[in-house]
């Protein structure tokens, strides 16, 4: 019965070329634009290298200062960092880097070249601590990454990407080579694969210890006490301990950090975030993000993301349903017979919906394949970690097979399909099936 069904949905598919071309084209844009939405949350959630622990991962991004009537946002300084990340008892690994664009934007572009050069590289520069090195999965070349050792001493050691060392050096294997970075030398300790700035959290292709760097160590954007700065934290929390307990950690070191302040106290711009409550706010703003965070957590973004993706299916489907109205007028005598010879209405809702089905898959595929050209054309636009970075000029969304090949999505895809194939074929069906079988042989 069901080959039979679905040699019958081939033939009228055959017979029918416009109203096919129509239903599958309907079918593949509204595919297409929630399949988008699915590929740009999965890249930008996911566990993607070198941020391999996402899942696990807790976000410090701003701070503020407080003085007197003034308030002040800014991001960590070099003392709240050593007085009130560095000491938590229950993380793992404290990754404390700069952002490269507020870098750039604050003291200019970073430049490379060899001693005695002069053929100057422009370099996306990452301050970052020895921590920084536990928190992320780099994928080295060779070398290894400057240690605590180094970090704390200042010593001037360096780890750059492959095309970096290729476009100064001519070659991939320099450790140990020396560079000048901003005419300081710096030694090369180790060169690492190429970073996508997919992952924001890493993307550079030259980091140093922030300690090497005197602006870093000497920055006072206001009179703070060195409380702020320009520094974001990254927490891996230790195993066994939840988010909770770090954020109560923290607001103790945070509190004992004030009291030794003879003036103003800083506190946290927003919570201590999980990866996905940090994307949520870099969607929404940080107002509505806190306001997310007090209404219980993602439950918010994912209602809106369900009424987007709803939206995308509505319109499409309120148009693929008038063309199937449309397309079983002209079935109903046929299916008058069908019940004069005593088909039952449940097998003839069946068949339709297979013959739909047979429409929507062809769709389902041609969508597919046009989402991953729109963010293959449009990467930058969805994946790119901000509009201030694209503006910087820091934006490289290199992608990989891995990265938009995935079960889940494909599994997304099929569920859009089966979906927009009940709500569009159901309701005129149904009509047409309870027509009066002698009104339906006269049709």
């Known amino acids: 019965m069901y080959k039979q069904y ?30 988008v939405l699915a590929i740009a949350w999965h890249i930008r959630t996911t566990n993607i290298a070198p941020e391999t622990q996402r899942d696990r ?44 664009t507020i870098i750039s934007l604050l003291s200019g572009d ?24 536990k928190v992320f999965s780099f994928s080295f070349v060779e070398g290894k990454p400057f240690n605590a050792a ?46 996508s700035s997919i992952t924001p959290s890493v993307f550079a292709n030259l980091w140093v210890p922030y300690t090497t760097l005197p602006e870093m160590m000497e920055t006072e954007l206001i009179e703070s006490d060195g409380s702020v700065g320009t520094l974001v934290a990254y927490i891996l929390p230790a195993k066994g301990f939840s988010q909770k307990e770090v954020a109560d950690e923290l607001d103790g070191l945070i509190g004992r950090y ?52 709803l939206l995308f299916l509505l319109v499409p489907a309120l148009n693929l349903s008038g063309l199937n109205a449309s397309h079983m007028q002209d ?62 000029g820091m934006v490289d969304t290199s992608l990989t097979p891995g990265m938009l090949l995935n079960l889940l999505v494909f599994f997304y895809a099929f569920l859009v399909c089966l979906l927009l194939n009940i709500i569009s074929s159901m309701v005129p069906v149904w009509r047409s099936v309870q027509m009066n079988i002698t009104d339906a042989l006269n049709s």
């Open 110 to 133: 970073s430049y490379v070249q060899l001693p005695g050069g002069d053929n100057p590289q422009k370099a996306i520069l990452m301050a970052a601590n020895d921590g920084f090195w």
């Open 258 to 309: 004030n009291a030794s302040l003879q003036e103003g106290e800083i506190a946290l711009r927003t919570p201590l975030d999980s990866h996905q409550t940090h994307i949520v706010r870099q969607f929404v703003g940080l107002s509505i993000g806190n306001n997310v965070e007090k209404d219980g957590g993602l439950r918010f973004i994912y209602i809106v993301l369900g009424l987007l993706v």
């Open 6 to 35: 679905f040699k019958q949905a081939w033939n009228l598919m055959k017979q029918n070329r416009f109203y096919s071309a129509v239903y599958i084209i309907g079918t593949g844009l509204a595919i297409s634009m929630v399949m």
């Open 150 to 195: 180094e970090f704390q001493s200042g010593v001037p050691r360096a780890v750059m990407t492959v095309s970096l060392a290729q476009k100064l050096f001519g070659e991939s294997h320099v450790t140990g080579k020396s560079f000048l970075l901003n005419d300081v030398e710096y030694i090369i300790s180790g060169v690492v694969k190429d970073v």
């Open 57 to 100: 991962m807790l976000y410090l991004t701003a701070l503020d200062y407080k003085k007197g009537k003034s308030s002040y946002n800014f991001f960590f300084g070099v003392r709240t960092v050593k007085e009130c990340l560095y000491p938590l008892k229950l993380a793992e690994a404290v990754a404390v880097t700069t952002n490269p």
């Open 331 to 392: 079935r109903i005598a046929e299916l008058g017979v069908r019940q004069a010879f005593g088909a039952r209405k449940a097998g003839l809702l069946l068949q339709v919906l297979i013959e739909n089905m047979v429409l929507m898959l062809p769709g389902g595929c041609v969508g597919l394949l046009f989402s991953y050209l729109l963010i293959f054309f449009f990467q930058k636009l969805l994946l790119a970690p901000g509009m201030l970075a694209m503006l910087a």
